[in-house]
């Protein structure tokens, strides 16, 4: 219903005429008539309702239901009418979650109420709303999209009349697929040495927009060190060891050596380019400007009574955030352990089993990386810190949920901003997470490719509609 165009991460109406707050609870989405699903269905406030249902009904541990935790209810008085009854007034993020992966609508004619529904099902059903429609798919592999005539939305049409999407297993027969031509773009999966290498080459150009992702490790309160359900549970040695860790990581050499500058080190939960973003971790941590201190992480330790070495099971995935995610584990086990104060057990899984692991307390602390839902600086917040959090790692701060709950109901900007600046500070002492590296949205294309560089904005949307040749 809400969608940014390209080169703006502001929500604006795409599907819809208008959308609005008619009372601090009710958001109310008015929908262009007339508009239909590529299979020949109408489009109507039917459809948004049962999406919205569905996505709660459903609430999949890797989905996106948690960015819906303000929602009461969905109501559909007419067939162009929308209201969201939220459960917080003024909700500041709203109409920026419309904008997000838990907003698509989706045909009530094909698919679920209350279960995932399949790739055959959903291309079968000619399930489609947006630019292109799918012809043809073959699951990880290829997806092949053709421009949808129904569309009457905010991007217009797109700009080219059809699109092939090719899956790589490895980055290196991509970067090789992209000199010889044979693929027009590649986006986010290049290591830091493909990009380097390609930038000296003449048929092919490096486009870098605005970076909101960040990499980081996650700590199950439960199972990690001292945690709550070992055997030697203890909350103070277990926060001794999560901030040993913290003195001991140089991020910095990681960013250099590992990725070669296309990721920045991260003292912060919230990355650089967003309001309310500090660095409370450059302070509190290490040698107090960003880089490690193996005495001050000594001394974290003695002084809650922790034995060393600590042995740590991490584990990391070497699939789903790039192939240097290897090197960049095998730096921080060599950081930590040079420190002689941990014992480092790394392990690696493949994403399929991973994201499902990493949920069901498998692993006492392990890799993740984040690409917002939206642009604000709340999407590295509630998603993180709340109580029903998507990480599911047993950790719970009543004062952060609090301070997160009112931020986002804030309508003073500076009230907001200084909010968002204490969640930070707060979250810096218990770290329940512990942010490494934020990157930058690299795209390679052909040189005969135009609009690679318009769709690089701070909605982090690749608009495939965009390009063409």
Same mark, same amino acid.
């Given at each position: 219903?809400?969608?940014?165009?390209?080169?703006?991460?502001?929500?604006?109406?795409?599907?819809?005429?208008?959308?609005?707050?008619?009372?601090?609870?009710?958001?109310?989405?008015?929908?262009?008539?007339?508009?239909?699903?590529?299979?020949?269905?109408?489009?109507?406030?039917?459809?948004?309702?049962?999406?919205?249902?569905?996505?709660?009904?459903?609430?999949?541990?890797? @989905?996106?239901?948690?960015? *819906?935790?303000?929602?009461?209810?969905?109501?559909?008085?007419?067939?162009?009418?929308?209201?969201?009854?939220?459960?917080?007034?003024?909700?500041?993020?709203?109409?920026?979650?419309?904008?997000?992966?838990?907003?698509?609508?989706?045909?009530?004619?094909?698919?679920?109420?209350?279960?995932?529904?399949?790739?055959?099902?959903?291309?079968?059903?000619?399930?489609?709303?947006?630019?292109?429609?799918?012809?043809?798919?073959?699951?990880?592999?290829?997806?092949?999209?053709?421009?949808?005539?129904?569309?009457?939305?905010?991007?217009?049409?797109?700009?080219?009349?059809?699109?092939?999407?090719? +899956?790589?297993?490895?980055?290196?027969?991509?970067?090789?697929?992209?000199?010889?031509?044979?693929?027009?773009?590649?986006?986010?999966?290049?290591?830091?040495?493909?990009?380097?290498?390609?930038?000296?080459?003449?048929?092919?150009?490096?486009?870098?927009?605005?970076?909101?992702?960040?990499?980081?490790?996650?700590?199950?309160?439960?199972?990690?060190?001292?945690?709550?359900?070992?055997?030697?549970?203890?909350?103070?040695?277990? *926060?001794?060891?999560?901030?040993?860790?913290?003195?001991?990581?140089?991020?910095?050499?990681?960013?250099?050596?590992?990725?070669?500058?296309?990721? *920045?080190?991260?003292?912060?939960?919230?990355?650089? @380019?967003?309001? @309310?973003?500090?660095?409370?971790?450059?302070?509190?941590?290490?040698?107090?400007?960003?880089?490690?201190?193996?005495?001050?992480?000594?001394?974290?330790?003695?002084?809650?009574?922790?034995?060393?070495?600590?042995?740590?099971?991490?584990?990391?995935?070497?699939?789903?955030?790039?192939?240097?995610?290897?090197?960049? +584990?095998?730096?921080?086990?060599?950081?930590?352990?040079?420190?002689?104060?941990?014992?480092?057990?790394?392990?690696?899984?493949?994403?399929?089993?991973?994201?499902?692991?990493?949920?069901?307390?498998?692993?006492?602390?392990?890799?993740?990386?984040?690409?917002?839902?939206?642009?604000?600086?709340?999407?590295?917040?509630?998603?993180?810190?709340?109580?029903?959090?998507?990480?599911?790692?047993?950790?719970?701060?009543?004062?952060?949920?609090?301070?997160?709950?009112?931020?986002?109901?804030?309508?003073?900007?500076?009230?907001?901003?200084?909010?968002?600046?204490?969640?930070?500070?707060?979250?810096?002492?218990?770290?329940?997470?512990?942010?490494?590296?934020?990157?930058?949205?690299?795209?390679?294309?052909?040189?005969?490719?135009?609009?690679?560089?318009?769709?690089?904005?701070?909605?982090?949307?690749?608009? *495939?509609?965009?390009?063409?040749?």
């Amino acid at each position: 219903m809400l969608n940014s165009a390209a080169g703006s991460a502001d929500p604006k109406p795409d599907i819809a005429e208008s959308a609005d707050f008619t009372s601090p609870t009710e958001y109310t989405v008015k929908l262009k008539a007339g508009l239909k699903w590529a299979n020949g269905s109408e489009l109507d406030s039917k459809d948004v309702k049962f999406s919205f249902d569905r996505q709660l009904k459903i609430n999949d541990v890797n @989905g996106p239901a948690t960015l *819906l935790a303000n929602l009461d209810s969905v109501e559909a008085p007419d067939a162009t009418t929308v209201v969201f009854k939220l459960k917080l007034g003024n909700d500041q993020t709203f109409p920026q979650v419309l904008t997000s992966p838990v907003g698509p609508i989706v045909d009530d004619s094909v698919f679920s109420a209350d279960a995932i529904t399949t790739d055959e099902d959903i291309i079968k059903g000619k399930a489609f709303g947006g630019q292109f429609t799918i012809d043809s798919f073959k699951k990880n592999e290829l997806i092949a999209f053709n421009k949808n005539p129904e569309y009457k939305g905010l991007l217009g049409p797109a700009k080219s009349d059809s699109v092939t999407m090719k +899956y790589y297993a490895d980055s290196n027969n991509m970067k090789l697929d992209v000199q010889k031509g044979n693929i027009d773009v590649a986006w986010r999966s290049l290591t830091a040495t493909d990009i380097e290498s390609l930038k000296s080459d003449k048929n092919v150009k490096v486009d870098i927009g605005p970076g909101g992702e960040i990499r980081y490790i996650v700590f199950n309160f439960d199972t990690m060190p001292f945690g709550a359900k070992t055997a030697d549970a203890d909350a103070a040695k277990s *926060l001794a060891v999560r901030q040993a860790m913290a003195d001991s990581i140089d991020r910095a050499k990681i960013a250099d050596q590992v990725y070669k500058g296309t990721y *920045l080190p991260l003292y912060s939960y919230v990355p650089a @380019g967003f309001t @309310g973003a500090i660095e409370p971790l450059k302070a509190d941590y290490g040698d107090g400007n960003g880089g490690p201190d193996v005495a001050k992480a000594t001394k974290a330790l003695a002084d809650a009574g922790v034995q060393t070495p600590v042995t740590l099971d991490l584990q990391y995935n070497p699939d789903h955030y790039g192939s240097s995610s290897g090197d960049e +584990y095998a730096a921080i086990k060599a950081q930590l352990e040079a420190t002689k104060l941990f014992t480092v057990n790394l392990q690696s899984t493949e994403w399929v089993s991973y994201s499902k692991q990493r949920t069901a307390d498998a692993y006492p602390m392990y890799q993740l990386g984040w690409f917002p839902d939206y642009s604000d600086a709340d999407n590295y917040l509630t998603p993180f810190f709340s109580t029903d959090n998507f990480l599911k790692n047993h950790y719970s701060n009543t004062a952060v949920q609090d301070m997160i709950t009112e931020q986002l109901t804030m309508n003073d900007p500076a009230k907001r901003t200084q909010l968002i600046e204490d969640i930070q500070t707060a979250e810096a002492k218990d770290l329940s997470t512990l942010p490494l590296l934020q990157g930058a949205q690299v795209a390679v294309s052909n040189v005969k490719v135009n609009g690679t560089k318009d769709t690089l904005d701070a909605s982090f949307k690749f608009r *495939l509609g965009v390009l063409s040749k």
